[in-house]
């Protein structure tokens, strides 16, 4: 035996016909809106760290003294990028970035940020598993929108040149 709803003319709510009270699945009266509202509390809720966190962070590179020029390669990626200190760039998650900074009359640098596993990118897998599914979480994987860059900010004291 199936459950038939339909609506009554006198009254927005929605009523079931085969419940022994006849005002609506044995729960009473219900609207619609709120039907609405929580199904968009849970597509809300279910969201994953590509869709809550994105796949791009923003690193941030401070030198002292300022003005210092930065090359920035991402790995998996062709090309450069540039900026002088202090700034700001905003990269793929998924990636190591290696970094290079340069300043007349002092040493340069070299060193690389690494892309890895952090706190919230980690929750927001979590949640997907849990109320997403496997899919989910292999385009958080897939995306790097569970990783974060170590360190970040990136600060560097450059050393004078003998």
Known sequence: MGILIRR???TPALRCENCASGTGLGMGK???GKVAL????VAFLASCATVTRGTK???????EPSGAKVTLEVEGEG????CTTPCSVKLPRKYNVKVKIEKEGYKPIETTVVSAVCGAGAAGMAGNVIVGGIIGAGVDVATGATKCFKPNPL???LEPAK
């Open 8 to 10: 009554d003319r006198n």
């Open 30 to 32: 219900f609207k619609l």
């Open 38 to 41: 929580s199904l968009s509390a």
């Open 57 to 63: 962070e923003a690193l941030v590179i401070e030198t």
């Open 79 to 82: 090309g450069a990028r540039f």
């Open 155 to 157: 600060k560097v004291k």
